[in-house]
């Protein structure tokens, strides 16, 4: 059974770089073809995709976040990791990693494995 686990800081100042790893035990980042994702929830509002990795370490960002995240991946460590540059305050949600298949990315029925989760403030 595939486990993810969010790992990265829990408080970030504004325009800093919010660096989250996820830990993926069970499965391998390097097969099968399933989407190892991310996606975000701030305070009130719905899921929001940030963007995934392919097993083949091909990456996807959402237009309105490209400019400032990248999607990267430790395979010695089974880990992908989000980078999120410049952060404000609209950035402070849950942050969740997920392993989707191609069908269930963008949904909001949290279809596939997913971590629990990790909040992430901005704040000075």
């Known amino acids: 059974q595939v486990q993810l686990q969010e790992s990265g800081p829990g408080l970030v100042k504004p325009s800093q770089t919010l660096s989250l790893t996820c830990t993926v035990s069970?499965?391998?980042?390097?097969?099968?073809?399933?989407?190892w994702s991310w996606i975000r929830q701030p305070p009130g509002k719905g899921l929001e995709w940030i963007g995934y990795m392919t097993y083949t370490a091909g990456t996807y960002v959402s237009p309105s976040l490209k400019s400032r995240t990248s999607i990267s991946r430790n395979t010695s460590r089974n880990q992908f990791t989000l980078q999120l540059a410049s952060v404000t305050p609209e950035d402070t949600a849950v942050y969740y990693c997920a392993r989707v298949s191609r069908a269930d990315y963008g949904l909001d029925n949290k279809s596939g494995s997913w971590g629990q989760g990790t909040q992430v403030t901005v704040s000075s």
């Open positions: 069970g499965a391998s980042i390097k097969t099968n073809s399933y989407y």
